[in-house]
């Protein structure tokens, strides 16, 4: 054979090497990578993986999160705990080992080639992994959307670019994406399918009946609970003085060492009961609760338990927060209703004064507990009706059957 033909004929095996292996067809099993980088991810991750492989139980999965998706049947990189941050600055406390997650995750992409690469919120760090997936021409599923709405909208423009589909949890969220190009689909939200209409044994929680029971909830990152936790134990040394029977729960984030938090309660003068496990089983005991703003003031509000949030970073982080966030409100609670359905205390606010003095408004003021009891009410019916994970797993399985179709068109045209 003469030696150009053999030239352009090794050339074209190289190239369909590159398409072929690792593509859908050359591998044994269909892989996704899913990437969950906080605690409440890991949660909604895990229900998502079991929805699909209840479609497809052949698919296998790896990727970053926590305990939860671990035993749904995820291989982990690495643990979403090490990854977990609150605030601009404090990302600078876990910047190795993001540094060496990223490049674990390139090279997962690189070599293994997926059949789907799902992201869960985590945005900074998930918008650039989606560009390298891009570039491989690995389909992306964004699942549970950045907060872009709230600050830094030309982040829109880059999301489009790498994100094939958007699946959004919040009802508003939808028509945001969709006035900006983007295929979006809203599934409702996943913490819905968690709650399934959970109530409580309370005997078996607290054994003996005390009022009032107070939530604490500091959050699922470490420095959330650093900067939280302390003034809410203080709140409580000063609601004990007029509730002498008063007693708190506190449900354990599955990211957080017990440890770690008894070292911030080992002196309260309240009882402050830890539990682990599921949290809408805790809350339904709570005749109020302080909450870190974040997810959990959707547990909260699906559970119907009045409450105040908190929110306290570093003050770097505050002030650039306070220059880059263009929305009214920083609880979701507050921005799903539209007004401040529940008080909101923000940095120098969190003090132990106030959140004591808000809590004990709610336990003395039946009408305005009623009212808010009745708004929360509201913002749980604004969520949907359950479903999204399983909403999620089929749009999943489509993106796959279409990466799929595509990889042989491409194939058939070579």
Known sequence: ????????????????????SPSPDSREHKLVVIVAGEASADLHGSNLVKAMKHLDPDIKFRGIGGKKMERAGVKLLFSSSDMAVVGLTEVLSRLQTIVRASKKLKSILKD????????????DFNIHIAGIAKRLQIPVLYYISPQVWAWRKRRVKKISRRVDRMAVILPFEEEFYRRRGMKVDYVGHPLLDAFEGKKTDHDS???????????LLPGSRKEEIRNLLPVMVEATRLLVRRYSDMRCVLPLAPTIDPEFVESFIHNSPVEIKVIQGDVHEVLSACDAALVA???ATLDAAIMCVPMAIAYKVSLVSYWLGRMLIKVPYIGLVNLIAGEEVVPELIQHEVTAERLAREVEIILEDRELRLKMKDKLKRVKEGLGKGGASERTAGIALEM???????HFSRVSGQ
């Open 205 to 215: 929680l607290l054994p003996e009946f005390r009022y009032p029971v107070v939530g």
């Open 112 to 123: 293994k080639r997926p059949d789907l690469l799902i992201l869960i919120d985590y945005p």
């Open 293 to 295: 703003s974040g997810t």
């Open 1 to 20: 054979m003469p030696l150009k033909p053999l030239l352009t004929l090794l050339t074209r095996l190289k190239e369909a090497t590159k398409i072929f």
């Open 400 to 406: 796959m059957r279409l990466n799929l179709t595509e």
